[in-house]
Structure formats: C-alpha cells, structure tokens
C-alpha cells in the first residue's frame, strides 16, 4: 500500500498474555519508529530502527517489551506478559534516510490494545 | 533528556477565532521542531517544521514560530473553522534523526 500499515487494528488480550504488533513500514523508508500514545497522553518513544544500524532502544519501558525489523521491511513490536498499563495505542511510523530530518516522517493509524 | 510540553491541554472556540497553542522545550540545543495534527482514531499528519535556524513556518492558515533561546515554539491558526478540531502535538528533534521527542498535545474544538 501507499502508507504505512499496522495490523491488527484493535486487539484485546487477557491479563498475563503476550501479544504481537505488526507495522509495514512504506516501501525503501529506511527508518522505523515504534511510539505509544496512552488514553489523553503524548507520544512516547519506544524504539527506532535505522537501515543496519543497532536499533536505538532507550524508550523501552520494561524487558517485556521487544522488537525486531526483518529484512529490513516489516517490524514486530512482541511485549511479553502484558499488563493492564500496557493498555494504549502502538503507533508505528517510516521515513526514508533524508537530509536534513524533516517532513518524511509517516505514521501509521495505530494498534489499539485493549488488556483485560 | 529533552521534554516537551504543551498548554493548553484543551481549547474550545468559535468558529472564526485566531488561536495560538504553546509548545515548551527544556533542551534549546534542538535540530528542528515540527508540529502534527491527530484526528481521532487516526495517525498523525505533519502540518510544519522548523529547522533551528529559522524563526517561523507558514502553511495556509497556519504559522509556527520558534524561540530556541526561550525554549518555546507557537502554533498560531487563523480564522478557525470546525474542520480544524483535532488533537495538536509538537515534537522535538535534538539531533538529526527523526526520533522526536512529542508534547502531551492540545485538544483543539472549533464550534460552529
């Protein structure tokens, strides 16, 4: 597709479950953001993929987060364990390897997660 | 460690009004700032950026302003119409990568 797509859109998951997002990132966008937006809450950064470079995992809130980029393309977010906190929605985002950083950031629509 | 901050958290206005939202920044050593709009149950879209050595954007109706000395950066929307109401969040970069570092937001709602 033409944007970036996150699947699947919604997900409700029991207490203690692990759960994984997807995000397909626009095609030849070398760079890849996982954000998490909490109900009334700001965007907080997760972590940031960059071609081959070592993944930029500082916002990371506990081990029980991970992720991984494959082939350099499609992207799982796996959060292991989930809690009730982990509630909110994953917003992934791609821009290519421009210079200087600017208007080539997109984002996706989000995965909504739901811990029940 | 760069935090953003934004006031107000919401805002409700006529239709036709000029508005201006704040954005506060504590690490003035930015690469650029850059304002999103987010309707609701959507992404976000990029409205304007700013890059550390200009002082102001315009799109439309649309002009940021960026005071890096001060830490602060405006979102002035002009002539305000229902079709605005949306979520606004700021975001800053400290090098140049695109991690951004994101504001709470403002609940914007512009009423007929």
């Known amino acids: 597709g033409a944007g970036v797509s996150q699947s699947p859109s919604n997900k409700v998951t029991e207490k203690g479950k692990d759960v994984e997002l997807r995000c397909d990132p626009i095609?030849?966008?070398?760079?890849l953001y996982w954000y998490r937006q909490s109900l009334g809450q700001g965007l907080e950064f997760l972590i940031y993929?960059?071609?081959?470079?070592?993944?930029?995992k500082s916002g990371l809130p506990s081990d029980r987060f991970s992720a991984e980029r494959t082939g350099g393309s499609v992207s799982t977010l796996t959060i292991q364990r989930t809690q009730q906190e982990d509630s909110a929605v994953y917003l992934c985002?791609?821009?290519?390897?421009?210079?200087?950083?600017?208007?080539?950031?997109?984002f996706g629509e989000g995965s909504w997660l739901t811990v029940v | 460690k760069q935090e953003v901050t934004q006031i107000p958290a919401a805002l409700s206005v006529p239709e036709g009004e000029n508005l201006v939202l704040n954005c506060s920044f504590t690490?003035?050593?930015?690469?650029?700032l850059q304002w999103f709009r987010q309707d609701p149950g959507k992404g976000l879209t990029s409205l304007l950026l700013?890059?550390?050595?200009?002082r102001e954007q315009t799109s439309g109706r649309l002009n940021a302003s960026l005071d890096k000395s001060s830490g602060r950066s405006t979102l002035y929307i002009a002539a305000s119409q229902p079709g605005d109401s949306a979520t606004y969040l700021c975001?800053?970069?400290?090098?140049?990568?695109?991690?951004?570092?994101f504001g709470t937001g403002t609940r914007l709602q512009v009423f007929p």
């Open positions: 985002a791609s821009s290519p390897l421009v210079y200087p950083p600017g208007n080539t950031i997109y």
């Open positions: 095609s030849g966008h070398t760079a």
């Open positions: 993929f960059q071609g081959n470079s070592a993944p930029d």
């Open positions: 690490d003035s050593a930015i690469y650029n």
């Open positions: 700013i890059q550390s050595s200009q």
């Open positions: 975001a800053a970069r400290t090098d140049n990568t695109d991690k951004l570092i």
